[in-house]
């Protein structure tokens, strides 16, 4: 997976990359929190493990107060 044209937001958040099944229907890879979205995706850390998996988009939600990224984790775990 690559972001050619995309400029992340230097805003903590929590971001999913997710893939779609035979039904169209999307299914989560890999969840993670970070205090910079900008940093976290621009770093690709887990882009390629999860483009092996099958992950074909990302999504991000963006969450100001940290100590609400584990809460928000743990949800989207589940």
């Given at each position: 997976?690559?972001?050619?044209?995309?400029?992340?937001?230097?805003?903590?958040?929590?971001?999913m990359f997710v893939g779609l099944d035979l039904?169209?229907?999307?299914?989560?890879?890999?969840?993670?929190?970070t205090a910079s979205l900008t940093d976290r995706l621009a770093s690709r850390e887990r882009?390629?493990?999860?483009?092996?998996?099958?992950?074909?988009?990302?999504?991000?939600?963006?969450?100001?107060?940290?100590?609400?990224?584990?809460?928000?984790?743990?949800?989207?775990?589940?």
């Amino acid at each position: 997976m690559s972001y050619p044209a995309i400029t992340w937001n230097n805003v903590s958040g929590v971001q999913m990359f997710v893939g779609l099944d035979l039904q169209r229907m999307l299914y989560p890879l890999h969840t993670g929190k970070t205090a910079s979205l900008t940093d976290r995706l621009a770093s690709r850390e887990r882009c390629a493990e999860a483009a092996r998996l099958g992950a074909s988009q990302t999504h991000a939600k963006l969450i100001p107060l940290l100590d609400t990224h584990a809460r928000v984790e743990v949800t989207l775990i589940r």
